[in-house]
């Protein structure tokens, strides 16, 4: 599988640590990590070469649904790619989350064929 790069988002150590090693399995280039929604966007707006990022929905700060919106909102991030990765996914977080142009959702704990699949959604596979 070709490299992407890619940015993780977790308020937690652990499942960004796991993400990141199953990120890196596949061969993809964790090239960001944060750890709320005001750090990821932050992070991103001062670059324009991440392909995915994979973002959890409740986290201090800024949730992962507030930090979606102000990325797709915003000229230098809105084109990147973000899978909602969550434990506690409600009917009312995945709603706002498509309405703002979610790519995709992945559930906790990481399943490496569903993070697979999602890989090759995105690059076009």
């Known amino acids: 599988m070709n490299s992407l790069r890619v940015a993780v988002c977790d308020d937690s150590m652990l499942v960004r640590k796991k993400l990141r090693a199953s990120l890196e399995e596949l061969g993809m280039n964790v090239v960001i990590e ?21 973002l959890d929905i409740v986290m201090p700060n800024k949730t992962g649904i507030e930090a979606l919106e102000e990325l797709k909102n915003d000229e230098r991030t809105k084109d990147i790619n ?33 993070l697979k699949t999602i890989l090759q959604r995105v690059k076009g596979e």
Request: charged content about 25%; glycine content about 8%; overall charge negative.
């Open 34 to 54: 944060a750890s709320d929604g005001s750090d990821i966007v932050e992070k991103l707006k001062g670059t324009n070469d991440i392909d995915v990022l994979f």
């Open 82 to 114: 973000v899978v909602m990765v969550t434990s506690v996914g409600t009917s009312k977080h995945v709603k706002e989350a498509v309405k703002l142009g979610v790519f995709d959702f992945m559930q906790k704990p990481v399943d490496v064929n569903v």
